[in-house]
């Protein structure tokens, strides 16, 4: 079966650190994997979506960093936080629009 | 291009009343129409989603939603709510041509009361 892995499952990173939330699929090749961003009481923000190996698509200009160094590897990294980067940050993928996504359950960062 | 739009930020409603929560699009192109589920500090869950065919699709936890072409509308309905379900709800689309990635609406927080 095809399952989404995102960890941690909450994170509590000083102002200026570095970041890196890691999701990995399961059960699936060459997905298309996608980063968002859910600010308290918002919507769904994409940040970024990588159709291959090596493929980053970014969506909004930022801090942060996404790379697939594996098929079925996504991960979004940051050199130095900002207060604003707080969120909750969701993994998912598809295989075809038909499908719809799968998301993974979510890591919530607060920056201090 | 492609946007989504819920009316409804907000729906309280008591349990075992039906409800419905509403959702608008617009497209230059044809869609794929999805609702999704989120409950608290969750990811989002697929509920149902419509392709093609019959404008009345079912989905999980007694949810269905309509098609409605004409008014370019894909609102969600379910006769009688439950306390658990509670919870953000969002509608998508993703177009048929021409890109693969899905538009979300704002989310409408779904409140049933006792």
């Known amino acids: 079966s095809q399952t989404i892995h995102q960890w941690p499952a909450t994170l509590v990173q000083p102002v200026g650190s570095p970041l890196s939330l890691e999701c990995t699929v399961e059960?699936?090749?060459?997905?298309?994997l996608y980063w968002y961003r859910q600010a308290a009481g918002r919507g769904l923000q994409l940040l970024f979506y990588?159709?291959?190996?090596?493929?980053i698509s970014s969506e909004v200009p930022q801090n942060l960093s996404a790379s697939r160094p594996q098929d079925r590897q996504f991960i979004l990294s940051s050199k130095k936080l900002l207060l604003s980067d707080s969120g909750f940050y969701l993994c998912?993928?598809?295989?075809?629009?038909?499908?719809?996504?799968?998301f993974g359950s979510g890591t919530r960062l607060t920056v201090v | 291009a492609q946007s989504v739009t819920q009316l409804d930020s907000q729906v309280p409603v008591f349990e075992e009343a039906p409800v419905e929560l509403r959702c608008n699009y617009s497209?230059?192109?044809?869609?794929?129409l999805f609702w999704y589920v989120q409950y608290p500090n969750q990811g989002l869950q697929l509920l149902l989603k419509y392709l093609s065919g019959s404008t009345l699709v079912k989905g999980i936890n007694g949810f269905e939603a309509e098609f409605n072409k004409s008014q370019t509308s894909f609102h969600l309905r379910k006769p009688s709510v439950h306390i658990s379900d509670t919870a953000e709800y969002f509608c998508a689309v993703i177009p048929l041509t021409g890109g693969f990635k899905t538009i979300f609406g704002a989310g409408t927080r779904l409140f049933v009361k006792a």
């Open positions: 497209s230059s192109v044809s869609v794929y």
């Open positions: 990588s159709v291959g190996i090596g493929q």
């Open positions: 998912a993928w598809s295989v075809s629009g038909e499908d719809g996504y799968t």
């Open positions: 059960g699936t090749s060459n997905p298309n």
